[in-house]
């Protein structure tokens, strides 16, 4: 199966820093999702980013299709920015209703006031 | 508009109980999907659902677990006997088909089921 592999697995920043998650996949895709997990456990969405490049906010990312990766990016980091950030894939396919999506490990998030 | 609802938010059980999770999907998305999430094997999916058949239940673990969708807007995850490591926390998820192409779009999550069993 498709293998999703997140860096950095832990990252502590100050209030203000900025950071850029990674997101590496073995096969082409479907779909990419990138989601945060806030400290109460809900899985909030952040980006639909098969491809391309989306901004919201002090969030943005990258995905590039073709060299199986995908980038987040936060910018002026605040408090509640921390949590686990992950990010999952669907493995493309040319028939049937869709496949499983697939999540990586996540990059735990931790921003110091 | 209101989200994925699951019920209930915490499950307390013994060890051989019955254990019914319920959840209520986002009004017209036709996918639904169970996910369970521990430690040691973070987030997998266990089930979906197109159109309230089940479409690929490779991740069920075994014939404790049961799924079913009734009807658009309402599925059950159920398990019988329940066991300690079952204890973990159960996600549904639900989304809508993609634009001329197969298969579905953005998954939305609800807030999960805690379930605990002693």
């Known amino acids: 199966g498709i293998q999703v592999e997140q860096s950095p697995p832990d990252l502590i920043l100050q209030e203000g820093a900025n950071s850029t998650l990674r997101c590496n996949f073995s096969d082409s895709v479907n779909n990419l999702q990138w989601f945060h997990q806030n400290p109460w456990g809900q899985l909030i969405n952040l980006f639909y980013?098969?491809?391309g490049t989306k901004q919201n906010g002090r969030l943005s990312a990258t995905t590039v299709a073709t060299e199986r990766y995908s980038l987040l990016y936060i910018s002026s980091s605040q408090t509640t920015d921390s949590g686990v950030y992950f990010c999952?894939?669907?493995?493309?396919?040319?028939?049937?209703?869709?496949?499983?999506?697939?999540f990586g490990q996540g990059t735990e998030l931790s921003v110091k006031p | 508009d209101a989200g994925v609802i699951q019920s209930p938010r915490h499950e307390v059980t013994e060890m051989g109980q019955e254990v019914t999770l319920r959840c209520k999907p986002i009004s017209g998305h036709d996918y639904l999907f169970w996910y369970r999430q521990t430690m040691m094997r973070g987030l997998e999916l266990l089930i979906y659902?197109?159109?309230?058949?089940?479409?690929?239940d490779s991740g069920m673990p075994e014939d404790r677990f049961s799924a079913k969708m009734p009807n658009a807007s309402f599925s059950t995850l159920k398990i019988q006997p329940s066991e300690p490591r079952d204890s973990a926390v159960y996600f549904c998820a639900s989304s809508f088909p993609r634009k001329g192409l197969a298969g579905y779009n953005e998954q939305f999550f609800g807030p999960g089921t805690r379930l605990t069993v002693l």
């Open positions: 999952a894939v669907e493995r493309r396919r040319i028939y049937n209703q869709g496949g499983k999506l697939i």
């Open positions: 659902f197109n159109n309230n058949v089940p479409i690929d």
């Open positions: 980013i098969p491809s």
